[in-house]
T-cell receptor, first 112, second 111 residues
Framework: NAGVTQTPKFQVLKTGQSMTLQCAQDMNHNSMYWYRQDPGMGLRLIYYSASEGTTDKGEVPNGYNVSRLNKREFSLRLESAAPSQTSVYFC???????????FGPGTRLTVL | GQSLEQPSEVTAVEGAIVQINCTYQTSGFYGLSWYQQHDGGAPTFLSYNALDGLEETGRFSSFLSRSDSYGYLLLQELQMKDSASYFCAVRTLYNNNDMRFGAGTRLTVKP
């Protein structure tokens, strides 16, 4: 069991470039989440997917899009990166009805 | 809206007991979670309280008072490896997929 995996681990972008962050889980979890974490702050929810085929906005969705490709995979896309999107991005998953979110190792993104 | 408050930093010595408090404001409270995060690492789940009272898991315990909108994480027999950031997070009845995290408490354990 790999748990929750994320790619890439690190990324540097220039303002205006686009990229997709990938997340996959092998625990057969229904719900998946994307968070961002800025220095000295807690995690803020960007988008989540309660089940395959559904996605919903969280606290800070502006500038992002997501795709729940199948039950295993949930990707986060930045269409036109901005310096304000410099952050660490975490993907997480939880079994339906469960309380414990399992987090991936994170992607450290810098936008110049 | 929702808000959570927890101290930004706590320092304690090895072997001691430390309590990290969390007060929250939210409509339709569902439950309070605690997560640990070491520098450069991912958050890991510690505990969850939906009902009033104390939940114990080894050296860690978590308490909730719904009437006071308050909870705490109690760490006993502190070890150096407990130095990390600790986050409380709330889920609401209206959307229990939408978890809101506090800003975190950085715990430093000294020898």
């Amino acid at each position: 069991n790999a748990g929750v995996t994320q790619t890439p681990k690190f990324q540097v972008l220039k303002t205006g470039q686009s990229m997709t962050l990938q997340c996959a889980q092998d625990m057969n979890h229904n719900s998946m989440y994307w968070y961002r974490q800025d220095p000295g702050m807690g995690l803020r929810l960007i988008y989540y997917s309660a089940s395959e085929g559904t996605t919903d906005k969280g606290e800070v969705p502006n500038g992002y899009n997501v795709s729940r490709l199948n039950k295993r995979e949930f990707s986060l896309r930045l269409e036109s990166a901005a310096p304000s999107q410099t952050s660490v991005y975490f993907c997480a998953s939880v079994i339906s009805g469960g309380n414990e979110q399992f987090f991936g190792p994170g992607t450290r993104l810098t936008v110049l | 809206g929702q808000s959570l408050e927890q101290p930004s930093e706590v320092t304690a010595v090895e072997g001691a007991i430390v309590q990290i408090n969390c007060t929250y404001q939210t409509s339709g409270f569902y439950g309070l979670s605690w997560y640990q995060q070491h520098d450069g690492g991912a958050p890991t789940f510690l505990s969850y309280n939906a009902l009033d009272g104390l939940e114990e898991t080894g050296r860690f315990s978590s308490f909730l008072s719904r009437s006071d909108s308050y909870g705490y994480l109690l760490l006993q027999e502190l070890q150096m490896k407990d130095s990390a950031s600790y986050f409380c997070a709330v889920r609401t009845l209206y959307n229990n997929n939408d978890m809101r995290f506090g800003a975190g408490t950085r715990l430093t354990v000294k020898p």
